[in-house]
Nanobody, 118 residues
Framework: QVQLVESGGGLVQPGASLTLSCAASGFTFSSYDMRWYRQAPGKERSLVAAIAGDSSHRNYADSVKGRFTISRDNAKNTGYLQMNSLKLEDTAVYYC???????????WGQGTQVTVSS
C-alpha cells in the first residue's frame, strides 16, 4: 500500500522541541524529494522545509530557519523534521509530501497536529 504516515505531533510549551517523522511505504522513497508543509487554522498550507532524495539539498522557510532541521533516512524509508525553540505561531497541522519530479507523482500524508501553547 502506497502511503506516507506522519507521527510525533503533540502539545508543547513555547521553547520546547519536537521531532516529526514521516514513514513511507509502497514506493521507492529515495527517488522522491521530501517536503514538510504546515497549515494553521484559517490559513493556506505553506512549505516549511524540503530535502532532496539523496539529502544533497535542503531548503527552509524563513520563519523556521535556524530552528527546524529536515532530514531523512532512506534505509528506513523515513523522513524527519526536528523542531526546536517552538513558538506559538508554529501551531499547525504538519504534512509530509513526497514528489517525484520526473514522473510528476506527488504523495501526501494525513497530517499530524502540533500545538504550541503556554
Amino acid at each position: 500500500q502506497v502511503q506516507l504516515v506522519e507521527s510525533g505531533g503533540g502539545l508543547v510549551q513555547p521553547g520546547a522541541s519536537l521531532t516529526l517523522s514521516c514513514a513511507a511505504s509502497g514506493f521507492t522513497f529515495s527517488s522522491y524529494d521530501m517536503r514538510w508543509y504546515r497549515q494553521a487554522p484559517g490559513k493556506e498550507r505553506s512549505l516549511v522545509a524540503a530535502i532532496a532524495g539523496d539529502s544533497s539539498h535542503r531548503n527552509y522557510a524563513d520563519s523556521v530557519k535556524g530552528r527546524f532541521t529536515i532530514s531523512r533516512d532512506n534505509a528506513k524509508n523515513t523522513g524527519y523534521l526536528q523542531m526546536n525553540s517552538l513558538k506559538l505561531e508554529d501551531t499547525a497541522v504538519y504534512y509530509c509530501n513526497a514528489i517525484h519530479w520526473q514522473n510528476g507523482i506527488v504523495r501526501w500524508g494525513q497530517g499530524t497536529q502540533v500545538t504550541v501553547s503556554s
